[in-house]
């Protein structure tokens, strides 16, 4: 159904800040120049040392519908995020994060409330992101915008598309966030928001929008640039599957992707091993396949190691027939 326009459903707005007083006014002028107008504006100044809070504040003087809090104590990170979602309206419908970094289009909330509002047992809504140039994860189908969460979720454990985004490309129907207390898992640093959509969507559906609504920064000293430094990403699927695949994916299903995905993880080290990172690279991955069941096996990586050198002489010793015309 149709946004009723004479009383369209309010949407929670959130941008957890700690000194962002560089980007911070971008952020904040993507959501006053929303298409859809029902919304307030929560913005959390956690403890930062930088103009943050005044930037926030001299917004908030100037529309009714921004509130700004600031901590009373510096929170880390994924705390922050649950401490400024716990401070949504009790009145809104749905909620959106916004990281200060990042900023959405015009257009963002007001697509993905229509979708909701048409498909009332989803969820979660995503769609496509920005990243510098580049177009972020892979949607539904075209023109699909609607499946169960549990063949989305099931389907992203058999290394099918990432569709979830990131926080600040979500929506979220509100009552999801008030359900969770936290609504994100604090020691998850880099995988907590796809962590919660796992969760949540064992009992809704999720839907997609088949345009780019939001876009999110790469900058010096954020938890993007740190996951991409340690590659977190290997770790985190490797989580999610063993979190999640028994829930999600027969009992034949799990053990060929837990397989699959312990030889990729090897796989992956062997490839690092090269390039000679400190104790800190290696202690992080060695303690996230125990946290997962996985014993840390030097044999396993230097079976991996093995592969690699016989698949280059391989690559080569093709390139050599090519040359001789063989």
Known sequence: MPVDSSNPPLVSVVTPAYNEEKYLAECIESVLAQSYTRWDYLIVNNCSTDGTLAVAQKYAARDSRIRVITNSTLLPAVANFNHALRQISSASKYCKMVFADDWIYPECIGRMVTLMEKHPTIGISGAYGLQGEAVLWQGLPYPSDVVSGREICRQRLLGRPYVFGSATSILYRADLVRSRNPFYDESNVH????????????????GFVHQIL?????????LLQMSRELNSSAADILHELVAYGPYYLSPDEYAECLDATVSKYYDFLASILPQRRGNGFWDYHKAKLKENGVEFSWVSLARAVSEKIVDRFRVRGRGGQQRWGL
Do not use: I
Not at 195 to 205: A, P
Not at 214 to 222: L, Y
């Open 214 to 222: 939001t876009f999110s920064r790469e900058r010096e000293g954020s």
């Open 191 to 206: 995988a907590a928001d796809s962590e919660t959509c796992f969760e949540l969507l064992k009992g809704c559906d999720f």
